[in-house]
């Protein structure tokens, strides 16, 4: 269905991938984890290996949780749209096929946050 | 001697007529639709508007006179309270934030809602709802500039309050209720009466007020209190025309009901979520709670807007379906937005604290089915972690609803260990939401909603900092550059309640308020 308007009505949608200074939106999440209000939102360039997030990135992000240093990367379960997904370290973000605003989740199994509240 | 004739007066009846529907005329020369050029293309079909009832007879000069009247008992008061320290009567200095959140996040909404009832009142053909407009605009502007007067007082001793407006066009969460009324002042005419007349004045309404008003009268401050016995005949105004407006459009053609329940659908939900912040007031900023977040719901929401909704059947409307979602949401709600402000208390215009042991306590006995076991673990670990000197502050960005641009904080219906992710592809782009309903309203007009001015996607396009900020050098503090643009202070306007000015100041003035010092 489309907007009830008096003329054509197009506008530019505003957080196309050209809009970040050749950064791209990647949205990552910690399951069990609501600590983090909420998944959040990162603009890093295509190019980032996909392993510079994981050791540079979050433990700024989560390490706050005493669950963060106990995460077992290995056996880390990744979900991307939902849907389980495998990512590799060593490649790109474009690489591992994530695009602009795609959004990951992780689930670190027998990790379920403070006293398995899934805070 | 020539007698004098008393002049004729005319009955209240004819005078209204007079003094309404008389001041219309038919044009001669111009065509209806290019006088009224917005009647039409929402789909709604008026085929008489002779047939609009008036739910209150008032002409413009006993509205003035009305007015006069409570204002020069409103302005009395809060003289009074002025000049009486009233501010030092408060609970205590924590409640002092729900008066921020007011200032910042609803007043402002006030004025735009003049704006919208300005502009409708001008495009209706028919004189009994554009003269019911144009009183609910001037409404509108009053209760704006009486909220701002009354809270002005506060801003002389106390912070976060200086720049309100400004705040209210840029800070993060405040784009939530300017989006949600931006949004209804951006549809057309019909739209926006059933909007903000209908769901949010009507359905809605008493979820907003009277928290804020009974809160503010429960916790000693009489300035806001009076203001908002000053709004009350005016509110019963608002929520009678908005009643009006929806049977009227109603019962003119039965093609009008499907348009209709599209509408209180989506903004049933669209006010559902900026209750949000209203829910959190309620149930850990008020020092003195009223009542539960949950309870105001049950009352105002499932008992009388269930019996609204039963009466509107006849009219064929049925209740939203998003109620379903949103009594399984009133255990959580209040917790998760709570959570959320304690999280982001480095980037917001007030404090932000845990609750102590009794409020704890309150807070088990109101919501038994999860503060304990989902919420209280999480809070007690962030009261333990703050008396060690770690207090919790995030400082990265959270994923936003593209529809009603809160953080993707909401959880699955029915589990609240899961953030609820929805997404859709438009035209090459991704677009992510909070639940199924944001979704539906995004998929209903998606054209509107992209160009959403989604604040975290904002600062990482650079566009929220002071004018010649540089983000490439070394070193550069985004949070910084942020509240900068924000007109913000790091350490006064932000962070805990229990390391503010605010509460120092208090203390401080009350100690020599009532003892000897």
């Known amino acids: ?119 | 001697m020539d007698m004098q004739v008393a002049k004729k007066k005319l009955g209240l009846k004819e005078r209204y007529a007079v003094m309404t529907r008389g001041l219309d005329w038919k044009p001669s020369y111009q065509k209806m639709e290019d006088i009224y050029p917005y009647m039409a293309y929402e789909g709604i079909k008026i085929h008489d508007w002779d047939k609009w009832e008036d739910p209150f007879r008032l002409t413009m000069d006993a509205y003035w006179k009305y007015q006069a009247e409570k204002e020069r008992k409103l302005y009395a008061i809060i003289d009074a309270f002025n000049q009486n320290n009233g501010h030092l009567n408060v609970t205590d200095a924590r409640y002092l934030n729900t008066v921020k959140l007011f200032i910042s996040g609803i007043s402002p909404l006030e004025y735009v809602a003049h704006r919208g009832f300005s502009h409708v009142g001008r495009q209706f053909p028919g004189p009994g709802p554009r003269v019911a407009c144009l009183m609910q605009a001037l409404d509108e502007i009053r209760h704006a500039q009486t909220q701002v007067h009354s809270i002005s007082n506060y801003n002389k001793y106390y912070n976060g309050m200086h720049d309100f407006h400004h705040a209210h066009d840029r800070v993060w969460f405040l784009s939530v209720p300017k989006s949600f009324f931006d949004d209804a002042i951006t549809a057309g005419p019909f739209e926006f009466m059933v909007s903000i007349g209908f769901s949010f004045e009507y359905v809605l309404t008493n979820l907003l007020f009277v928290p804020f008003v009974s809160g503010a009268a429960y916790n000693g401050d009489m300035g806001t209190m009076t203001f908002g016995f000053s709004a009350q005949s005016d509110e019963a105004r608002h929520m009678t025309l908005g009643l009006e407006v929806i049977k009227f459009i109603l019962q003119q053609d039965p093609a009008n009901v499907p348009i209709v329940q599209r509408w209180i659908d989506k903004w049933t939900w669209r006010g559902y979520r900026v209750l949000t912040l209203v829910a959190m007031m309620m149930d850990y900023m008020l020092p003195k709670r009223t009542m539960s977040w949950k309870e105001a719901w049950e009352v105002y929401f499932e008992e009388n807007g269930g019996a609204l909704f039963k009466d509107l059947a006849r009219y064929g409307i049925k209740m939203p379906d998003c109620a379903a979602q949103i009594a399984l949401e009133k255990d959580h709600l209040s917790h998760q937005a709570w959570s959320t402000f304690y999280n982001y208390a480095a980037a917001s215009n007030f404090h932000t604290w845990m609750p102590d042991e009794e409020e704890m306590a309150w807070l088990s006995s109101k919501y038994p089915n999860s503060y304990d076991k989902y919420y209280r673990p999480r809070m007690e670990f962030w009261r333990e972690e703050a008396a060690k000197g770690n207090r919790f502050y995030n400082k990265t960005l959270p994923m936003l609803c593209q529809t009603c641009q809160i953080p993707m904080i909401f959880t699955e219906p029915g589990d609240p260990t899961k953030i609820c992710y929805r997404e859709v592809d438009y035209k090459g782009d991704k677009y992510h939401f909070c639940s199924d309903h944001c979704k539906k309203i995004f998929e209903d007009e998606p054209e509107k909603y992209v160009q959403a001015w989604l604040p975290v996607h904002q600062i990482y396009q650079g566009n929220c900092f002071p004018e010649g900020t540089d983000p490439t050098v070394e070193g550069f503090d985004p949070l910084a550059a942020v509240l900068k643009y924000y007109n913000l202070e790091f350490g006064r306007d932000n962070l805990d309640f229990d390391i503010s000015e605010d509460k120092k100041n208090f203390a401080e003035w009350r100690g020599q308020a009532t003892k000897n010092v």
């Open chain 1, 1 to 119: 269905m489309a907007v009830a308007a008096v003329k054509t009505y197009e506008f530019p949608p505003a957080d196309t991938v050209d809009k970040f200074h050749g950064a791209q939106l990647l949205y990552i999440g910690w399951e069990d984890h609501l600590l983090f209000c909420a998944p959040f939102a990162f603009p890093f360039p295509p190019t980032m290996r996909f392993g510079d997030i994981l050791a540079g990135v979050l433990p700024g992000v989560f390490g706050y949780h005493p669950d963060f240093a106990k995460i077992d990367w290995a056996k880390a379960e990744w979900f991307k749209s939902g849907q389980p997904w495998q990512p590799d370290a060593d490649k790109s973000l474009a690489e591992n096929g994530l695009k602009h605003k795609d959004v990951i989740r992780f689930r670190t199994p027998g990790l379920t946050g403070i006293k398995g509240s899934c805070s």
